[in-house]
């Protein structure tokens, strides 16, 4: 790996090996998500906590100060809609000369395995991966399922993730999901999980990153259920006490609920 690759892998990934990703880049598909119509207001809050941001190179521009030290995951994919006829028809939208000019940490692309435009986005990653490595520019798959979250299986997610890395993708953002383990074990590459739709439980969260880790998963890089939290800053401190500190499901919802309450005073 050369430096430039390996520097930015580390941005990313603390010294522990481990991350915390915060990711925002809803708006892509699905437009002005609730608690993120005003992305800065939400968001501004959250980054001295976060240790890398996911979004788009639009949210980026106009929503994050450049005073941050943050690293950034540019989500590079994109040419679908929620109301739109097939979500897995995306496409490279932005280039990685672009990246490099918003100084992005990595790129992220979705691939939706087993859709219609499962080829699409297959060769997109190849296609993504060739010109990323050149630019020693790490390249983050995301195990898109659309609309069919029953898809959320360790039988197809640990096939797509498999897919992502023999394609080159330097890491995988994926779904946690029962026996979980098996989807990291055949996967070379380090991966990330996303939270999905916001849970009505808080400690339900804590035990997905909990489980996820010790199954093997590398950090997480979750969206709704930190910043649609009532308590957002409380989650995501919880979320990195599991992921960087190995706390218990127990010892985080306790640090949950003290920061939520010193915050309530
Ligand atoms: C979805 O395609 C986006 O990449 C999100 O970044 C991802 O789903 C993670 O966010 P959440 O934790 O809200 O599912």
């Known amino acids: ?15 522990d ?4 990703m915060l990711a925002l880049d809803h708006g892509y598909f699905l437009g002005a998500v609730s608690r993120l119509e005003n992305p800065a ?3 501004t809050p959250l980054i001295p906590y976060a240790d ?23 989500r590079v994919s994109g040419g679908n809609s ?29 691939i939706y395995v087993g859709a219609d ?15 990323a490595e050149d630019a020693g520019m790490p390249v983050l798959a995301v195990t898109a399922v659309g609309k069919e979250l029953e898809k959320r299986d360790a039988k197809y997610l640990s096939f797509s993730c498999r897919i992502a890395a023999e394609q080159g993708a330097r890491f995988v953002k994926t779904y946690y999901c029962q026996d979980f383990y098996k989807v990291a074990e055949s996967c070379p590459v380090p991966l990330v999980i996303a939270g999905g739709p ?15 880790i010790r199954e093997g998963a590398k950090g997480v890089d979750m969206g709704r259920n930190i910043w649609q939290s009532r308590e957002a800053i409380a989650m995501i401190s919880a979320i990195k ?3 960087h500190e190995n706390a218990s499901v127990n010892k985080a919802v306790e640090i949950f609920n003290s920061i939520a309450n010193k915050r309530k005073k």
Request: glycine fraction near 4%; proline fraction near 1%; aromatic fraction near 4%.
């Open 241 to 243: 006490s599991i992921v």
């Open 17 to 20: 090996g481990k991350t915390v």
């Open 117 to 131: 435009y499962e080829h699409q986005t297959l060769v997109n990653l190849g296609r993504l991966v060739n010109e």
């Open 41 to 43: 207001k939400t968001i």
């Open 52 to 74: 890398a941001l996911m979004l788009t190179r639009g949210i980026l521009r106009n929503c994050i100060d450049t005073k941050f030290d943050v690293p950034v995951v540019l």
């Open 1 to 15: 790996m050369d430096w430039g690759m390996k520097n930015r892998m580390r941005r990313i990934f603390q010294q």
């Open 198 to 212: 916001k849970l009505k439980n808080d400690a339900d969260v804590l035990k997905i990153a909990h489980d996820a």
């Open 82 to 110: 929620i109301i739109g006829k097939d979500l897995s028809n995306e496409d490279i939208t932005v280039s990685i000369k672009e990246a490099i000019r918003l100084n992005a940490s990595a790129v992220a692309l979705s």
